[in-house]
């Protein structure tokens, strides 16, 4: 097919279905990112793992006990490096949170001109966008603390040290991509508007 007849197919029912439309663009503009991010955090995790960040605890925000009456941390990323049952200490979140941001950035203008095709203020829809972000990272965080240590623990016994942890890298990340997925289209929606 060609691209003039795709892109006229898409405008024909982008006219009919406004709202299915942004949703359909949404999900593929959000996948274009999370490829993005698949690809940055092991490059980001393994320039980062040589430095001595990574036996630097990164402990922070308390909010009770785990079951095993061990402290339970919104950001807990434990000195030393995964593979030998670390948390990757302050050189994983790092690596997280700059993946993160470079995705974030790249998602803003796209979703804002390409999805919404808004032409409102960019610096307010940039500041409730920041907002978004750092409330749901927030939350994201303290929900690993529920999965974190049992898939890393899991998966690094039943494939290996290397594979094992880079498995679950990548589970971990497609959960926060997820997660921010379902919560961002309707926030987007909100920022994203028409003058």
Request: proline share 3%; glycine share 10%.
């Amino acid at each position: 097919m060609e691209t003039k007849t795709i892109k006229l197919i898409w405008t024909n029912f982008e006219e009919r279905h406004p709202g299915i439309a942004q949703f359909v663009m949404f999900f593929i503009v959000c996948n274009g990112v999370t490829v993005l991010q698949m690809i940055l955090m092991p490059v980001f995790k393994w320039i980062f793992g040589f430095t001595p960040l990574v036996d630097l605890d990164f402990q922070v925000f308390q909010v009770g006990n785990n079951i095993n009456g061990s402290p339970y941390y919104v950001f807990d990323y434990a000195g030393g490096a995964i593979e030998n049952g670390g948390g990757g200490g302050l050189a994983y979140f790092f690596a997280v949170e700059l993946t993160m941001a470079i995705a974030q950035i790249i998602n803003f203008f796209t979703q804002r001109k390409v999805t919404f095709k808004s032409t409102g203020n960019v610096w307010r829809a940039a500041f409730w966008y920041v907002l978004a972000y750092v409330i749901i990272t927030i939350g994201a965080a303290a929900l690993q603390g529920v999965y974190k240590a049992p898939l890393y623990s899991f998966l690094i016994g039943a494939l290996g040290n290397g594979t094992g942890a880079a498995a679950a890298d990548a589970i971990t990340m497609l959960i926060n991509c997820a997660i921010s997925f379902w919560v961002f289209f309707p926030i987007m929606k909100l920022i994203f508007r028409e003058k």
